[in-house]
């Protein structure tokens, strides 16, 4: 992943995530969490000052969020003046997360869920934007939640805070076997019983596609190598979808009769290509060992 060399001294990357309550503010630091940050929501003002110390400071840390919304309004003229203070620093960036006013009432109305406020929606929501205008003008971003749906705000927020690319997704090559039933948890699943099976050749029958003898054996055939490469590429081409539609996993399970030979040689395989284009990406044998 590259690094932003603007943002904050060793490149760590600090964001404080505000903005109308019923906007997406949890999401949002979900989707951070999810990116290898450390998320803190609502931390008292009294701490503010010894989180962004910690935050800046601990070497284990790389990327920190920090939520804040209408619940530091007691505080609002120190918050204020702290964020100008850090942001002038270059230590932090802003990010304020809106939406019409149509859009909240019908969110709060759909969820039942009580304004912070404790007034009627509508009145509250107008009492809060009067609040929060403050932190809304000092944003380095602004983010209309108006007529997104999860996924579109997760794109939105992972593009404008540049931490997410398709090689930050994490890919999980799993080989299978048929006979044991194909995983739940697959996004993609592909069966390679086309592959003249090692199974039946005696002095392969008792190993697995871990082996080079076995492995060597797969890849031998002209059409395995143009299945490897041709896969690859439409999963190259799909990753960027997946990410579109929300995902930050993306599992691709390889199937052969009983999981130990052919899934395993060509699972493997893929997952060497696509490390070497820069994906994020684990094995998992499923079936190799029954």
Same mark, same amino acid.
């Given at each position: 992943m590259k690094r932003n060399k603007k943002m904050v001294k060793n490149s760590r990357k600090i964001f404080i995530i505000s903005g109308m309550s019923g906007c997406g503010k949890t999401y949002a630091l979900k989707v951070l969490e999810n990116l290898g940050f450390y998320c803190i929501d609502n931390i008292p003002f009294s701490m503010f000052d010894s989180l962004m110390e910690f935050a800046?400071?601990?070497?284990?840390?790389?990327?920190?969020?920090?939520?804040?919304d209408i619940r530091i309004r007691k505080n609002l003229e120190s918050i204020v003046s702290k964020i100008a203070e850090l942001q002038k620093q270059g230590t932090i960036k802003l990010i304020f997360l809106n939406s019409e006013d149509k859009s909240l009432i019908k969110r709060f109305s759909e969820t039942r869920l009580k304004h912070p406020l404790g007034e009627n929606v509508l009145i509250s929501i107008k009492k809060e934007r009067k609040i929060l205008r403050p932190i809304k003008h000092m944003a380095d971003k602004v983010i209309d939640?108006?007529? =997104?749906?999860?996924?579109?705000? #997760? !794109?939105?927020?992972?593009?404008i805070l540049e931490v997410k690319k398709s090689q930050d997704m994490q890919i999980t090559l799993m080989s299978f076997g048929f006979k044991h039933n194909v995983p739940l948890d697959a996004d993609i699943v592909m069966d390679v019983r086309f592959i003249k099976n090692p199974y039946y050749i005696k002095e392969f029958k008792n190993k697995t596609g871990?082996?080079?003898?076995?492995?060597n054996y797969v890849l031998g055939f002209k059409q395995t190598i143009e299945f490897v490469n041709m896969?690859?590429?439409?999963?190259?081409? =799909?990753?960027?979808?997946?990410? #579109? !539609?929300?995902?930050?996993?993306?599992?691709?399970?390889i199937g052969c009769t009983g999981?130990?030979?052919?899934?395993?040689?060509?699972?493997?395989?893929?997952?060497?290509?696509?490390k070497k284009l820069g994906y994020n990406v684990n094995q998992f044998h499923r079936d190799s060992k029954k």
């Amino acid at each position: 992943m590259k690094r932003n060399k603007k943002m904050v001294k060793n490149s760590r990357k600090i964001f404080i995530i505000s903005g109308m309550s019923g906007c997406g503010k949890t999401y949002a630091l979900k989707v951070l969490e999810n990116l290898g940050f450390y998320c803190i929501d609502n931390i008292p003002f009294s701490m503010f000052d010894s989180l962004m110390e910690f935050a800046t400071n601990e070497k284990q840390l790389e990327n920190v969020a920090i939520g804040l919304d209408i619940r530091i309004r007691k505080n609002l003229e120190s918050i204020v003046s702290k964020i100008a203070e850090l942001q002038k620093q270059g230590t932090i960036k802003l990010i304020f997360l809106n939406s019409e006013d149509k859009s909240l009432i019908k969110r709060f109305s759909e969820t039942r869920l009580k304004h912070p406020l404790g007034e009627n929606v509508l009145i509250s929501i107008k009492k809060e934007r009067k609040i929060l205008r403050p932190i809304k003008h000092m944003a380095d971003k602004v983010i209309d939640t108006s007529n =997104l749906t999860l996924a579109e705000l #997760k !794109e939105r927020v992972t593009k404008i805070l540049e931490v997410k690319k398709s090689q930050d997704m994490q890919i999980t090559l799993m080989s299978f076997g048929f006979k044991h039933n194909v995983p739940l948890d697959a996004d993609i699943v592909m069966d390679v019983r086309f592959i003249k099976n090692p199974y039946y050749i005696k002095e392969f029958k008792n190993k697995t596609g871990l082996d080079k003898s076995v492995r060597n054996y797969v890849l031998g055939f002209k059409q395995t190598i143009e299945f490897v490469n041709m896969f690859t590429k439409m999963v190259k081409k =799909l990753i960027p979808s997946y990410i #579109k !539609e929300g995902k930050s996993y993306l599992t691709i399970a390889i199937g052969c009769t009983g999981g130990r030979h052919r899934s395993v040689t060509i699972s493997k395989e893929i997952a060497k290509n696509l490390k070497k284009l820069g994906y994020n990406v684990n094995q998992f044998h499923r079936d190799s060992k029954k």
